[in-house]
Every structure is written in C-alpha cells, then in structure tokens.
C-alpha cells in the first residue's frame, strides 16, 4: 500500500479503536473503501450479462425514472474523473500526488461508466429492478459514510477545508449515489407486450422491485385483504407462467421420455450381445422367425436397468433448485458470524477501559448480522418451496397422462385408489422433501465449522461431546428405519382402508338395501385399529427420538464442560467460554435434529418414488393395436385371425376372429352373457392385447359402452363433449334419443348439472345421453355396446328406428351393435354371433335362419316370444284372421317351421302361432314381444331422484371462513380428555423450567472463575447441573409418550370412529348430494391430519411456546429495560400474527377445496378412459386435469409466500430482541457479570427461531384443526332411523305371511320437492306375484324404496303382517325383504364375501344357491371356486355376470317378500328365462313385486299395478288389464302383446 499512498499516507495506525472518537486512516479512505463496490461490481456483471443476454423478458420504454437514473450516472463519471483531471493539473503544477490520486478515481469512474452502461442494458432485456445495481449503491452509500464523516472532523479540527475540490467532488459524489440508491427503490413499467399489461390479475411478483422481492413486500396487498375479509378465489392471483402445467409437465415428460429411451438403448445393447451369441443356434432353430423373435426367447430379460424417473427430476428441475442451494450455503457461513460477535461483546463487558462505542457497534452488528442471514434463508426456502410446487404438478400431470393410455393388466393391478394416492400422498412426499434436501449438505458443513469454533474455544475436550453426537446418531437411525418401515405397513393398511371405503360409498345403497352396513363397519374398523397400533408404535419411537434431540445439545454441552474442568487444573470455565460454546451447540442442534429428518423423509420419498416410477413405467396401450389409416377398401371394420386377451399373460378371450363390415352398413353382434360380445367392441377399440392378426378401422370412432359413462357436468357439456354447439343439430340428437321429454322435467333443463356418474338420471336416460354423444360426434364408425338393454321397450323402438336402425340418423354410418333384443335383427344388415369367445357364424338374417345352425336354434327358442313383424297392416290382418284359431293348432305347425322354404311362409306360422298362444291363458309363455312404437309418443317424465333446487345438484363443498372456533379446539380436547390436556401443559412448563434452571445455574458457575474458587466446588457444580439436565429429559419422554402414544391416538380413535358410524347411518339422500371424492377426502386426508400432523403441531407449539416465554423472562429479569421494548415488540408480533393467520388459514381452505376436484376429475376419467380415447378426447383432458392442478397451485402459491412474508417480519422481532439484547447489555455492563451478559444474549439469539416456529405452528394448528372441524361436520350428519328399535322388534319369524298393505302412502324424495308417490292404498296378499308398471318416473322405483325405508313416508304408512314398518328398526325390516337391485353392485374380496358377508351360511348352502343362479358351472370352472377374488366393482365379471350373482344373494337371504327391479335389464333372453323361471319355482310361496320394463316378464303374475305420475292407475289381473283396454292395454299394444 506504501507504493499507493505514499510515506505521509499510512495505511493503518493502532491508535483509531481505542479511542472515543475513532476514525479510519487515509490511505484506508481512498483505497479500500471506493473499491469494495468496484470490486463487486466488475466481479458480478459478467455473469450477469450474460444471464440477461440469454433471458429477456421484453423491451421496457424510455421512462422519466430511468432517464435520471441514466444521467445521475454520468454526472457520476464526470465527477470522479473531474478528481482525475484536478491530479493531472497540480501534476503540472510540480505538485505530485501519491499514485492512489490517479488510481482510484481512473477505477470509479470507469464502474461508473459499467454502472449507467447496465441501466441502460437492463431496460433493454426488460428487468423492471435491478439487484445487483441495488447492491452496488448499498456498497457505495456504506463505504462512503466514513470519509463522509472523516472530512467534516477534520474540518472542523482544523477550521477550514484545505483541498476545496475535492472535499466539493466528495460530497457530490455522495449527494449522487444517494439519489441513485434511492431511486433504484423504485420499479420501471413492465416490460411491453407482457403478461402484466393483460392478465387482469398478475401476480404483484413479476413486477415486484428487489427489496420487496427480498423482503416479499409484495404480498402484503394480499394479507391485508385477507384480514380484512376472508380471501375467495377471485382475490388469487393468476400462476406465474413458469409454474404453469403447461411448461412443468412437459419439461418433465420429456427427460422422461430421454431416460426411457436411454434404458432402452442399454437394454438393446445388452440384448443385441445375448442374440449374436445365440445366432448360430437361432438360425437352425427358427427359420421363419424375424430376429426380434429369437431375441424375446433368447435373451435373459432380468438385468434390464429400469429408467430412472429420479434423473429425470434432477435434469428437469436441478438448475432452479441450485439457486436455493447457493442461497443456503451463504446463509450457512453467516450463521458463524454471531457467535464470534457473542464472544467480542463478553470480552468488551470484563474489559473496563473499552470505549462504548464498541458495545454498540457490536449489537448493530449482530442485528446487522442476524437480519442479513434472515433475508437469504428465506429467499433460499422460496426457492426450494417453488421447485417442491412444481415437482407436483408435474409428477401430478405425468401420471395423469399415463393413467389415460395404460394397458387393462396395469390397470388392473392399481385400483383406482392407489393411483389417486400416488397424486395426492406421494407427490406430496416430494413437495415436502424439497425444502429439507439442501440438509443433506447444509448440515454436515455446519456440524464441521461449529465443531472447528469449538476446538478453539475448549480445545481436545470438545471430543467427549462430539463422542456423545456420535453415539446418539445410530440410536436415531434405528428409530427413523423402524419409523420407515411402519410407515410403509400404516400407508398399506390406509391404502387398504381407503379402497374399501370408495366400495362402500359406491355401493351404499346396495348396502342399506341389504342392511350390511355392521358388516363393512366392522371390516373397516379392523383395518383402522391395525393402523391405530402401527400409530401407537410411532408413537412410542417419535417419543423417544424427541428426548434424545431435545436432551442432546444439553448432554453435549454437560459432557464436554464436566470433562474440560476435570481434565485440568488449569482449565476455568469462564463466561467466554461457557457461553460462546453453548450458542455453537445451539447452532449444532438444528443440523442434528434436522439429518435424521431429512434421512428419513428421503427414505419415505424413495418410496413414493418407486411407486410413482413403477406405475410411469406400465406397458401403455399400443396405438399400432388399431390401424387406423385411411386405406381405400370397402370395409370400414375389418379383424383378420383376431386373437385378443385382456392382458399378455391372461388366458385367450376372443380366439380366431374375423370381422368385415361393409362401410355405411349395421352389424349385430349377439350371443350369451359373458361369450365376448364386450370384449369384441373393445378390441376395435384397442383396448385388449392384440396377440395375433390384424384390425383396421377406417375414420374416427363413437362408442357407446355397456355402461354409460357420464361426466359430472352440465347434460349439454355430457352431450357435446367438447365439440361446438350446434342448435339445430343439438335438437335433432335430443330428438333422435327421445331426450327432449326428459329435458322439461330436469330442474335446469340441458344446462342441469349430473352428479358424479350420473347420478341423478335414470339408467335409461343415462344411456341415452351416452347415445347422444355419439350420435352428435358425428364419427364414421359407432361402436355400440348394448345400448338399448337399459331402456323401456317403446324407446329402445324409438331409438332403434330414430338412431340405430336403417332408417335412422345414422344410416350410411357403420354401425356395430352388440344387442340382446333379437326384434331389431330381421332389420340389421348383418349379424355375427359369438360362441364362448369365437365367432360360430355370420351372415345375414336370412341366410342365417337358412343355415339353421346355432342361431336358428336360438332363434327359435326366442322368436315365440320375441319377433318383430315389420309389415304391420299384414299381421294386423293376420292376427284377425286367425283369432279363433282351434287349439290344437298348434301341433300341426311346430314342424312345419324347418323344411318350409320361404320365409315369409315360416313368419306366418310364427305368427300362428304366436296369436294362439296370446289367447291360451295358461301358457306361460304368451307374451310375444312385437314392439312397435306406439302413434302417441310416450315422453318419459321426471327421473325420480331430480331436484328441484336451482340446477346444482352437488352443493359446493363448504368452507369454514374465519378464525377456527374455540369450539373445535374444545372438541378436541374433548377427545383427549380436558384434565389430561391440562396436565401435559403443566408437563410442558416443568420441563421448561428445568431448562432455565440448568442455563441459570451455568451462569452463575462461570462467575465463580472472576471470583477464583473454582475448583472447590468442581463437583457439586457439574453435579446440580447434570440433575437438573436429566430431569428435563425425563419430563420430555414422560409427556411425549402421554401427548403422542395415548391422548391423541385415543381422539384419533374417536373422531374417526364417529364419523364412520355417521356416514354410513347417513339417508341415501346424503349420498345423492356428496360426491364420494369429497366423503374419501374426508377419510383419508383429515383422518390422516388428525391422525399425524396434529399431534407433532401440539407438540412443538408447546414446546416453542415455553421457550419464547422463557426468553423474555430471562431477558427482562436481567435487564429490567429490556421490558419496554417488550411492549412495542409483542404488539408488532401479535399484530403481523393475526394478519399472517387470517390469511394463511384461508389460504390453507381454498387449497384443500380446490384439491378435491384434482382427484375426483382423476377418478372420473380412469372410469371412462375407453370412452375418452375413443372420441380422442384424450388432450382435452389432459388440459382439464392441467387447469384444475393450476388452479390449486394458484391457492398453494400464495400459501407458501406468506410463511416467507412472515418469516422475514417475525426474524425481524427477533432481529430486534437481539439488538436491545445486546445494547441493554452494553449500556449496563458495570451492573450485569459476564455471565449473565452471556445468558441474556445467547438466550435472544435463538428466540427469533422460536418466534418462528411458534407463528407457524399456530398457523398449522389452525389449518389442520380446521380438520377436526371437517371431520366433526360428518359425524354429525343428520342419520335415518334407528337401526334396532329394542321395544319394538318383531318377532325373529316375522313376516310369516308376507301380507303387504299400503295405507294411503305418500312419499317425495326430500324436504320441499314434490310428492313422488300420492295417496297410493293397496292390499296384497301373501304369496301374490305383483306386477309394477308405468313409464318413466311414474314412481316405479320408489314403491321399492319405500318397502325398505330407504325414503321415509310424508303421510300414511306401511303394513307388513300386522307391524307397521315405521316403529320398528331399519335392520329388522331390511334384513327380512330381499330384493335384486337394477345395478349389480359387487365389492372386492371373496365371491364367497360377495354373497354372505355375515358368514351365516354353509358352502352347501351358498353352492345350492349358485347352482339355481346358474353360476355354479362358471365358479366351479375358477381355480380358486369360492374365493374367487371379485376385483374393484366387480369389474372381472360381465355384466350379466353380476346380476347373477346378486340373484345368489337373494336365493340364500329367501325371505318372504322378495323385489326384483327390472333385476333383467342386462341379460340376455335365454339367461333371462333362466332367472325367472328360478323366481318362479324358489320363490314360489313368497309375495314378489316386480319392476318390469319387459311386459312379458309379468304376464303370468297374479295381479298388475299401473302407476302414472305417483298414483296407482290401473291394480288387477294382466287379463282383466288387457280387457279394460287402459294404460296396460297401449303398453302392451306398444310391446306387441296383443
């Protein structure tokens, strides 16, 4: 420096610190202070240039603010070089300068010029505030206080200014770079043409300046308004556009696809080395086999490397979080900077002759310090937090887009609820790990640096410490491998939980109907008590592992003072020390409680990881199965040697298939239940492994599955499915799928909207709707799976002539029909009928009954009762003619039927003999099925579940507003016993005080070493010290194990148990209003929270609590001062508090309501994936799933940045409690001993943590009671009646007749809607046959429903043998009726389940059962026979399959009142006779009530009740019905019964 300054310039005199006026020298002046910020800014412009070259973000207009900020920069220039110029002039003067005159103004003033050629730079590449110019002034405005300072003392020294130039330059030079800092504050406009000028509602942070993007001063317009009123979703903002779905997910995908294609490549590699040494022995072997053949058979496939979907994170999301990274390590290096501070000011409190300037500079360093350390660890979190953000939703959309193209077998082997997991907990486990995983690094490095400050300080002795950190770390590995290894078994038995919980809600009305619900309970309540004792277990290591990290920085510190007092004489523990090395092991305790942590999140991510890359790597559905090429052939449908499974390992389904449909032509497809009907459409779609063959389709598909799938949406958005609204096309489709009736009766018209799966609509109008997008899709091809099964006969008619059928809309569209109702055939281009899963034959009507093979047969089984005849004036004539035919014609014609040759001659014998038998009443068989569609169109009115309410039917999911009710504390408490609660807080205060007793007593030790009767007392010292140490262990262990392991399992116990017993007690309209996603979310979500989340949250909030109270206590006892600046202090804190937790507890509320939509839109779109991918539907999807997870992020967002915005203004109190801490202390340093100074301050270094923690927690506290509160809102759901009246029970043979009699009953769906059922009266005998008919909505279904209570009566009541059904239990009465439902419902588990879930019943019993439901051949064909395992809904049997199954049901319960709802609607006619010839003989002498849509079902019943708009019509025998000429009469006129 000498070379620089000169002689008479020194660089650094000793004199400047001790004195009371210190000063810097001047060489220092000129030197070092202009060229800190010089430094910093030539180091950093280059980076920075160059990230602005390659992200520009738009171009910003010249504005007032820059033009000064611009000028201001060269008068900056011109200044310095002004000082340059002046050295230049006195050098001709012979008035030599030192060198560093010329050096330092030359370097200003070129950083000047880099400064202004910046400014200009940045509005070029659109950044709107500048941190690195921000920072430069902040240098220059510091560095410049000192001489600033210096020149006015010397001045006024020596009474005047001697170099007036460049002390006038100087002040210039200040006055400027004020003004710059000042202005760059200020923000620019955004830049043009960017997304702030459009989006109506930006996110304040694009356009935020530095300091508030440092300080998240941008979000406080959101805090405020969420204090003043509770947020709604329209005060959100928009999501920045780089967290988008639409640029996460993608990005993600794509390093996906690049690692996928990388293990391939491997894969092949390794392949390629086991073919070509294989090749010799190939070519023998396979002469005609391509090589990709020998090499499946040739090559091991186990070694192949699975692609890693870790990488692809990494590579997708890497950069941004290193930004966080290098944030932390910052952070980090200052953490080190306090405790050094700590050390001088105890130094400066024994030093008597310091200056007092020294106390002070050190607190504002310390506050300086602290607040630094602050603004980086929260950008740092910010970081992490966003990439945690992003990681979900992009894992949430890859597994969205996966789930819509993988294969039938992977699908199969995840549930429904599995995947939902996947989504909702397992990328929740990576959002949470993100903002831990730079622990992994972070903490170690702190371990070495503390461990490196406390060698100095204590030397050798430090290693009994680290000795004890040591041991401890395997004690905590175990605990956290035993956590893992339950946390995995609690996720399996939720899992499990879950899964059962989604049947019951699917299946609940089935349940009631059967009165199960004790059954599943009981099941349910099995899984969660396993799940409660994984809990307790947890509980019981968490309880050990908290007393191990809370005792350890106190066993540490008890073990490393013991060894270095006794170790050597010399050795005195003084408050330097003592003190120094506490606030070190203080700040070692945050890395050592945070590893285990971090270790064992990141176990439980690798987990989740394994899940989510197993399910991403399923075999997806080859797109090539279908060859959808426009090839000129004729045939739009065409399968050569089909060979086709549901999946590559399961047995053969269709086998030798050959399929060519003529294009514009119709195909009908029949056959038996389960002989591959479905699974033929199916594989035209591509759906099922193509083993062999080839299948090309020409133009787009509409397909119509066997089960309507139908979106929870408007019914118009069910019918356009995404194609634009045309109304005169829209009004021809209602039209065509006779939907215009049902429209004027739903509430809201085409704009109503449908339940989750269609739940408010009938089957038939659920069916039709399904039909109506296809028919609106306008495709080529139509794929219909059955679709008229679920509908009245007149409008299967309808349908079929309007839609289907040669005349329909769709007529030169190629039509595939798989149908049961052999009436259309005659009318269908082409028919092919299935055999057990190949084709038997094919061919026309005519050349098929000529051929007289297996559909002759079936034919002629059927035809008698189901034949169309088309020519309807001819069979009119002919039935007249042949009215009084004699009756023993029918002999003369049953043979004549084979060898006649013309057709026509054999329709007229069918028709003999049909009109024969219509005369002859005892045949059974007398109901022929011509249907022809009536002149008078029926409309089909209401659907009897509709409300009336505005057209929601599905009520938003309420949010609480406000601050959580004490209530809902209370009810916690409740559950956990309030005396209890009571105790454990007093638990949490002993061991608090055990805490400050221990510090108080090590204060007053080190103060013996002032006095010098150190060694007398070594013993007693470290003796009351460990006693008091050890107690407050203990106290920890002993309240965690009674917080964690028993008072709060035991409310976790309860909750869940009441809000079980509620929903499932719940009427069936509560099930009608609530979707099952949200019931589920209830579950698993809010039972999960309470189960884990809340019971930490207790736990650390206590903990937190007493140490901040303890802080201040400590802090004002010392320095008395210290309480009035407590005052002001608390009031900022309680007040930035309640402004924090408004906001963040409505924030928390509008994140989880806008969660549940993610996954229920999920589950709805895994049930009808067939449905999307066939109308290609499949990106349209996609987006949707994308704005429903960006629409939760954008409440997430805000979330995560008002735990920044609070943390910056909390550490800021915390900041200042250090600050008045450490002046206090100063100022009254003759007063206080080291020791104390070191007590008090310590003490106020770790409080900011603490104030922390205990804001947040609050906050968690609150947002997850709100838990409880939901939970608390469905166990109190209004229940039916009770299920056991005991006083009132019937006797156990009850009812032994099976009278039934309705006493002027009326019934309506729910409070305020219209009656569905008035004033109906009837008797029925027992063991009478009672026919139920009536069009649509006519109140079929609820006369059912009211036998079982399932709706309770408005007036009248119902007698069943002389016990009125109201007064007595629901189970009593339920479990005596049996009744077959319209759906088949089936859940998983066993068959044997499946039919008795109580197990009251012996395998002959349940076998009898099977064999009269003619399931018997298809069980006994099953390997495993009874426990045959049924899959989700019962989804690996047919349709008809189920329905057989529900008959089992009924055949082994064999009641005396049996109610069978149109139980037929999806078999076919032979399966169909069975059924009811089954009813006939088993339920021979019991009272039956048929639903019937097929009239023929009912013709031999005893008597017949016509319903029409809730009242009874018509009630007598079909004969007497038929000769009124009425209701029953157009019916079965329609029907073509007579």
């Not at 920045?240 to 491997?266: F, I, R, T």
């Not at 215009?740 to 089957?763: A, F, M, R, Y």
Request: proline content about 4%; some cysteine.
């Amino acid at each position: 420096m000498e070379l620089l300054c000169g002689r008479e310039l020194p660089f650094w005199p000793n004199l400047t610190l001790h004195s009371a006026r210190p000063d810097l020298p001047e060489c220092f002046q000129l030197s070092v202070l202009p060229w800190a910020p010089c430094i910093y800014l030539w180091v950093t412009s280059p980076l920075y240039i160059l990230y602005l070259k390659r992200n520009s973000r738009g171009y910003i207009m010249m504005s007032v603010l820059n033009r000064i900020k611009t000028a201001l920069g060269l008068i900056l220039w011109i200044v310095c070089w002004t000082d340059l110029f002046s050295s230049f002039h006195e050098m001709n003067q012979n008035h030599i300068r030192p060198p560093i005159y010329f050096v330092t103004p030359l370097i200003v003033g070129m950083t000047m010029l880099l400064a202004t050629f910046l400014i200009q730079f940045e509005r070029l590449r659109g950044v709107q505030s500048s941190g690195v110019l921000f920072i430069f002034w902040t240098i220059s405005v510091l560095c410049a206080i000192v001489p600033f300072r210096s020149k006015i003392l010397h001045a006024n020294r020596e009474n005047e200014v001697k170099d007036k130039l460049r002390f006038t330059t100087f002040y210039m030079y200040f006055g400027l770079t004020l003004s710059e800092l000042i202005l760059s504050c200020f923000n620019e406009k955004p830049p043009l043409f960017s997304s702030a000028g459009t989006d109506p509602n930006v996110c304040p942070e694009t356009t935020a300046g530095f300091l508030s993007k440092m300080t998240f001063w941008w979000f406080t317009s959101m805090a405020i308004k969420g204090y003043k009123s509770p947020l709604e979703n329209k005060d959100l903002w928009s999501l920045n556009k780089q967290d988008s779905s639409g640029l996460v997910v993608p990005d993600l995908l794509n390093q996906w696809e690049v690692e996928k294609s990388k293990a391939l490549s491997e894969q092949s590699v390794k392949d390629q080395a086991a073919y070509t040494k294989a090749d010799a022995g190939a070519e023998m072997n396979h002469v005609c086999a391509g090589p990709e053949e020998a090499q499946v058979l040739l090559s091991p496939r186990k070694e192949s490397r699975q692609p890693s979907f870790l990488r692809a994170l990494i590579r997708a999301f890497g950069p941004y979080f290193l930004i966080g990274s290098a944030y932390k390590l910052l952070q980090d290096l200052i953490t080190f900077v306090n405790p050094q501070l700590l050390r001088m000011l105890i130094d400066f409190t024994k030093n008597e002759h310091a200056p007092l300037w020294w106390g002070y500079a050190l607190a504002f360093l310390m506050f300086g310090t602290s607040l630094l350390q602050t603004l980086i660890l929260h950008q740092h979190f910010q970081y992490c937090f966003v990439t945690g953000m992003r990681l979900r939703s992009g894992i949430i959309g890859a597994i969205y887009r996966k789930s819509l193209v993988i294969t039938n077998a992977a699908k199969r082997s995840s549930t429904v609820g599995e995947v939902v997991n996947l989504m909702s907990v397992d990328a929740q486990r990576f959002m949470d790990l993100t903002t831990f995983l730079n622990m992994l690094w972070s903490a170690p490095l702190q371990i070495i640096l503390a461990l490196f400050f406390l060698w100095q300080n204590l030397g050798p002795s430090v290693l009994a410490g680290v000795a004890v950190m040591v041991l401890l770390i395997p004690f905590n590995a175990f605990i956290a491998m035993k956590t893992r290894t339950y946390q995995v078994e609690q996720m399996k038995h939720k899992d499990d939980r879950i899964k059962l919980m989604n049947e019951i809600l699917n299946g609940i009305k089935v349940l009631k109907l059967y009165a199960w619900e004790n059954s599943f309970s009981e099941k349910i309540l099995q899984i969660r008590q396993k799940e409660l004792n994984v809990l307790k277990k947890t509980a019981y290591l968490s309880a050990l592992s908290t007393m191990a990290w809370t005792s350890a920085p106190f066993l540490v510190a008890l073990t490393t003072f013991a060894v270095y007092v006794t170790v050597d004489e010399a050795n005195i523990l003084d408050a330097e020390r003592a003190f120094v090395s506490l606030s070190l092991f203080n700040i070692l305790r945050f890395p050592l409680n945070m590893l285990p942590q971090v270790i064992s999140s990141i176990v439980q991510a690798s987990v989740s990881l394994k899940r989510i890359q197993d399910f991403l790597s399923h075999d997806e559905l080859d797109p090539e199965n279908v060859d959808r090429r426009n090839n000129a052939s004729e045939y739009a449908v065409t399968v050569v040697n089909g060979k086709f499974a549901w999946a590559k390992q399961d047995q053969v389904t269709l086998d030798n298939i050959n399929v060519l449909v003529p294009q514009g032509s119709l195909l009908a497809v029949v056959g038996h239940v389960g002989c591959g009907k479905t699974s033929l459409v199916s594989a035209l779609l591509g759906e099922m492994e193509k083993l062999e063959g080839q299948i090309s389709i020409r133009g787009s598909v509409a397909y119509v599955p066997q089960q309507a799938w139908i979106q929870n949406a408007s019914l118009r958005d069910n019918i356009l499915f995404g194609r634009p609204y045309e109304e005169q096309k829209y009004r021809c489709v209602l039209e065509a799928c006779a939907l215009t009736p049902d429209l004027e009766v739903l509430p809201g018209g085409d704009q109503t909207e449908i339940g989750e799966k269609g739940i408010n609509l009938s089957g038939g109008q659920r069916q039709r709707v399904s039909l109506a997008r296809a028919l609106y899709s306008e495709s080529d091809v139509f794929l219909l799976d059955d679709p008229l099964s679920a509908v009245d006969a007149h409008v299967a008619k309808h349908i079929f002539d309007k839609v289907i059928g040669p005349e329909g809309a769709l007529k030169g569209k190629t039509r595939v029909l798989v149908t049961h109702g052999i009436s259309f055939l005659p009318q269908v281009d082409n028919i092919l009928v299935l055999v057990d899963g190949g084709v038997s034959e094919a061919g026309s009507y005519q050349e098929l009954l000529q051929q007289n093979g297996a559909f002759a047969e079936f034919l002629r089984n059927y035809s008698l009762e189901d034949i169309i005849e088309e020519q309807d004036e001819l069979t009119l004539s002919l039935v007249d003619e042949e009215e009084d035919f004699p009756d023993d014609a029918l002999s003369n014609h049953t043979d004549m039927v084979d060898n006649e040759p013309v057709v026509n001659e054999a329709r007229r014998k069918f028709m003999r003999q049909i009109s024969i038998m219509s005369n002859d009443p005892e045949n059974p068989k007398k109901m022929s099925r011509r249907r022809r569609f009536s002149e008078r169109k029926h409309s089909e009115p209401p659907v009897e579940q509709e409300e009336k309410k505005e057209n929601k039917l599905i009520q938003a999911e309420t949010t609480e507003t406000g601050r959580v009710k004490l209530k809902v504390y209370w009810e916690y408490m409740k559950a956990v016993g309030p005396l209890l609660s009571l105790f454990i807080c007093f638990l949490y205060g002993c061991q608090s005080a055990a805490a400050i007793g221990a510090n108080f007593w090590l204060s007053d030790w080190t103060n013996d070493a002032q006095l010098n009767r150190t060694q007398a007392r070594v013993e007693m010292r470290v003796g009351v010290y460990a006693a008091l140490g050890i107690s407050q262990g203990v106290l920890i262990l002993a309240n965690a194990l009674l917080c964690r392991a028993y008072s709060t399992l035991k409310a976790a116990r309860h909750t869940h148990l009441h809000m079980l017993q509620a929903i499932l007690r719940a009427p069936q309209a509560f099930f009608q209003a609530t979707p099952s996603g949200r019931v589920l979310n209830r579950f698993s979500k809010d039972v999960d929270t309470i189960d884990s989340l809340i019971p930490d949250n207790i736990d650390i909030w206590m903990r937190t609590f007493w140490y901040t109270v303890n802080v201040l206590l400590v802090c004002s006892v010392l320095t008395p001062m210290f309480l009035i600046v407590i005052v002001p202090l608390m009031l900022f804190y309680w007040w930035v508090q309640r402004f924090y937790v408004a906001t963040s507890r409505q924030l928390k509320r509008l994140e989880s309501v806008s969660r549940s939509p993610i996954y229920s839109h999920f589950s709805e779109t895994i049930t009808g994936t067939s449905v999307i991918r066939a109308y290609g539907r499949h990106g349209a999807f996609v987006l949707m799933s994308d704005m429903k997870v960006d629409e939760n992020q954008k409440s997430y967002y805000p979330g995560i940045v008002s735990n920044r915005w609070l943390g910056v203004r909390i550490e800021f109190i915390g900041n200042c409690i250090v600050l008045f801490a450490a002046l206090f202390a100063a100022v009254g340093k003759d007063k206080l001993s080291p020791g104390l100074v070191g007590l008090s301050v310590s003490y106020a270094l770790q409080v900011t943590m603490s104030l922390n923690w205990m804001v947040r927690m609050t906050s968690d506290l609150e947002s997850n009671i709100v838990a409880v509160e939901r939970v608390k809102e469905y166990s109190e759901t209004p229940t039916e009646a009770p299920w056991v009246v005991q006083d009132k029970r019937p006797p156990p043979d009850w009812p032994p007749e099976g009278n039934v009699e309705f006493v002027d009953y009326s019934v309506r769906y729910r409070e305020g809607l219209d009656l569905v059922l008035k004033n109906v009266s009837l008797k029925v005998k027992g063991g009478e046959k009672i026919g139920i008919v009536g069009r649509t909505g006519a109140g079929k279904s609820s006369m059912t429903l009211c036998l079982f209570r399932l709706l309770e009566a408005a007036n009248g009541e119902i007698v069943i043998d002389e016990v009125k059904i109201s007064e007595i239990g629901l189970h009593d009465l339920r479990s005596k009726l049996t009744i077959i439902p319209q759906e088949p419902v089936l859940f998983s588990g066993t068959l044997r389940m499946n039919l008795d879930p109580f197990e009251k019943y012996s395998d002959e019993e349940l076998w009898k059962a099977l064999e009269q439901s003619h399931l018997k051949k298809f069980v006994s064909s099953q390997s495993l026979k009874l426990d045959l395992e049924c899959s989700e809904g019962g989804e690996n049997l047919s349709v008809g399959q189920r329905q057989l199954v529900c008959l089992a049901r009924a055949l082994l319960r064999k009641t005396r009142i049996l109610v069978l709802d149109e139980a037929t609607a999806a078999v076919d006619l032979e399966t169909d006779d069975l059924i009811q010839s089954t009813i006939r003989t088993q339920f021979e002498d019991c009272t039956v009530f048929t639903i019937a849509h097929r009239l023929n079902t009912i013709m031999d019943y005893t008597r017949v009740l016509v319903l029409d708009k809730g009242e009874i019509a018509e009630f007598d025998t079909p004969a007497a019905l038929l000769a009124q000429r009425g209701i029953f009469f157009g019916m079965a006129k329609d029907a073509g019964l007579v």
